[in-house]
Structure formats: structure tokens, C-alpha cells
Nanobody, 115 residues
Framework: QVQLVESGGGLVQPGGSLRLSCVASGIIVSNNAMAWYRQTQGKEREMVAHISRGGNTDYADSVKGRFTISRDYARNTAFLQMNSLKPEDTAVYHC?????????WGQGTQVTVSS
């Protein structure tokens, strides 16, 4: 059974940083592409960062230069380092594993950027 558990969200002031973690079980992180999405109430889920099986990364224009996606193979965990946070980054952040057969989602972690 595949399970993804996100953590690391919270309340941070504008300009601050957070690092989100996505611990995977039942699936090997290094064998699959992964992505981070975010969603605010009333809006569609938006992809913010993607890392391919080979390690190539891609980012939404709104977070380029501020967010970094990475994987730790030993801990079977994906990360999203978020710097220079803005109020418009406030959302629930979800990690996603993309396989050839299906995709798996975590339950999400709330990030709130406010003074």
C-alpha cells in the first residue's frame, strides 16, 4: 500500500522560509517522478514543482528562483524548500508520485504566509 505523508507546513512571515517533507512508503521515490502541488479554496490544484526520474526539475513561473524540489533516496523522502515566501504562497501543499500506472497523492500540509 502506497502512502505519502507531508509535513513541515505552518505559519511564516513574508520573506521567511519553510521546508516541506513528503515521506513515502510502499513506493521507491527514486524510481518515479514526483511533484508538489498547492491548492487554495475555490481554485484548482496548481503544480509548483516537478522532478523527473532522471532528476530534471521544472517549476511554476510564480515560484522559480524561490522554491527547490529534491529527493533523499536513503530516507525515501521528497522535499520542497521554499524561500522568500509571499502571502500568495498560502495554500495546502500536496506531494504526488507519478508512476506508469497511476498517481498517488498525500493528504497535504497547510502553509500560511502572513504577518
Amino acid at each position: 500500500q502506497v502512502q505519502l505523508v507531508e509535513s513541515g507546513g505552518g505559519l511564516v512571515q513574508p520573506g521567511g522560509s519553510l521546508r516541506l517533507s513528503c515521506v513515502a512508503s510502499g513506493i521507491i521515490v527514486s524510481n518515479n517522478a514526483m511533484a508538489w502541488y498547492r491548492q487554495t479554496q475555490g481554485k484548482e490544484r496548481e503544480m509548483v514543482a516537478h522532478i523527473s526520474r532522471g532528476g530534471n526539475t521544472d517549476y511554476a513561473d510564480s515560484v522559480k528562483g524561490r522554491f527547490t524540489i529534491s529527493r533523499d533516496y536513503a530516507r525515501n523522502t521528497a522535499f520542497l524548500q521554499m524561500n522568500s515566501l509571499k502571502p500568495e504562497d498560502t495554500a495546502v501543499y500536496h506531494c504526488k508520485v507519478l508512476t506508469t500506472r497511476t498517481d498517488y497523492w498525500g493528504q497535504g500540509t497547510q502553509v500560511t504566509v502572513s504577518s
